[in-house]
Structure formats: structure tokens, C-alpha cells
């Protein structure tokens, strides 16, 4: 069962949830997403589970606030969560170029993260931020791959 489908069939059945759920909009997307554990725990003893690292919950909880409650803060665009999402993103791709040489980052072709890059810009302007999530990990997939290539090339090469 998807995780909207699985909040959907709380939100109906209960009062409480339901409550829950829009005093959680009316705060701030951060109040959502920080209570999506909440959900996670309720919606396990109810038989669906969804892992502790899994975004399906937390995107589904989104895209219900901006479905539901359209002019509630957590329907709007979140710049820090966006913000957070691509340090984290940067640090690791970062992570992977610490030893390399300036030729090497020079080289690097990354011209593949264009399509990434228009999805992530059109995800930000149609507020979906479960679509921005999977566009920067593609991005971010892209460019680890591309610096995994070049160091592979590099360990083949003769020195």
C-alpha cells in the first residue's frame, strides 16, 4: 500500500488525525515533516510499514498538505528544507573529490546533470517537493558517477 494511500485511510478514519494533521499545516512544513514519525508509528500498527530512512511518508505527507490544505503553511514551498537537502547533497559529491587534483575536478564532465537541473528548477516552481527530492538525487547520482568514472580512469591509466 502507498504511503497516501495508507494516510488518506487514517485521515478518514479518524478525528484525531485528522486534527492532528491540519494543526500540523497550519505551523509550517517543518512541523509536518518533524511529526512524520507520528504517522510512521500509527501507520505500522495498522500493518503498513514504511522503513525509518524511506521519504515515501514524508513526501506523501507534502503532497496531501498541498492537496488538502492549499493555502496552509506546509503547502508552500520550503526554501531551508531545500536548502538543507542540497548541502547535504554538495558534502557528499564534496566527500568523493577530497585527493583529487585540480585537473582532475577541472575535467570532470557533469554535462549530464542538466535534465536533473531543469527538474529540480521545474519541481520548485510547482511546489512538489516529493519531485524535487528524486531530481536532486538523480543529480547528485549523476555526478558521483561521473567522479567514480574519471577516478576509475585515472587508477587505469599509467602514471
Do not use: H, Y
Not at 35 to 47: I, K, N, P, T
Not at 111 to 131: H, I, T
Amino acid at each position: 500500500m502507498s504511503a497516501r494511500t495508507a494516510v488518506l485511510g487514517l485521515l478518514k478514519e479518524s478525528g484525531d488525525w485528522r486534527r492532528f494533521f491540519k494543526a500540523c499545516c497550519e505551523t509550517s512544513p517543518f512541523k509536518l515533516r518533524s511529526q512524520s514519525w507520528q504517522f510512521r508509528e500509527v501507520l505500522a500498527e495498522r500493518g503498513c510499514v514504511f522503513p525509518e530512512g524511506s521519504t515515501e511518508l514524508e513526501d506523501a505527507l507534502l503532497q496531501l498538505s498541498r492537496e488538502l490544505m492549499p493555502d496552509s503553511p506546509a503547502a508552500r514551498w520550503d526554501e531551508e528544507w531545500a536548502f538543507a537537502l542540497c548541502k547535504e547533497a554538495l558534502a557528499r559529491i564534496a566527500g568523493r573529490c577530497a585527493g583529487m587534483r585540480d585537473v582532475e575536478v577541472e575535467v570532470l564532465d557533469l554535462s549530464a546533470q542538466d535534465e536533473w537541473n531543469e527538474r529540480m528548477c521545474e519541481a520548485v516552481l510547482n511546489n512538489d517537493p516529493a519531485a524535487f527530492r528524486l531530481a536532486l538525487k538523480r543529480w547528485e547520482l549523476v555526478a558521483l558517477e561521473a567522479i567514480q568514472a574519471l577516478q576509475d580512469e585515472e587508477l587505469g591509466s599509467p602514471a
